[in-house]
């Protein structure tokens, strides 16, 4: 995978990673990327790390799905979301907004 971008960056104890598959994401893209993600360890206090894959999907000749998959490493679990539109930023919302859903439900469970 040579053509894939990486980006790490770290934000209050929780590693950021910012994967571009196959393609060269903009910096104003990856600064969206970092400064929405972010949000994410104000719901759940126990995550060690983030990655985020940012992909262009192939679905017939001319369009270009964006996807957003969002893996969030914490203390003995994993939660996984993947959102797909037409703009990175719609997905990136909407991935967001589910992995926040998750990680407050999560936490919910947690304290029974």
């Known amino acids: 995978m040579a053509n894939?971008?990486?980006?790490?960056k770290i934000i209050n104890n929780m590693n950021l990673n910012v994967h571009a598959v196959h393609f060269t994401a903009d910096e104003k893209l990856v600064d969206l990327v970092k400064s929405k993600s972010e949000k994410l360890n104000h719901f759940y206090d126990k995550i060690t790390s983030v990655d985020v894959y940012l992909k262009l999907d192939n679905n017939?000749?001319?369009i270009k799905?964006?996807?957003?998959?969002i893996k969030v490493n914490a203390l003995h679990d994993q939660i996984f979301t993947k959102e797909t539109s037409?703009?990175?930023?719609?997905?990136?919302?909407g991935a967001i907004d589910s992995t926040i859903a998750k990680l407050k439900k999560k936490k919910e469970s947690i304290r029974g």
Not at 4 to 8: G, H, I, Q
Not at 65 to 69: G, L, P
Not at 86 to 91: A, G, N, P, Q
């Open 60 to 62: 017939s000749e001319h």
């Open 86 to 93: 037409k703009t990175f930023e719609e997905s990136l919302s």
């Open 65 to 69: 799905d964006k996807t957003v998959e």
């Open 4 to 8: 894939d971008v990486e980006t790490k």
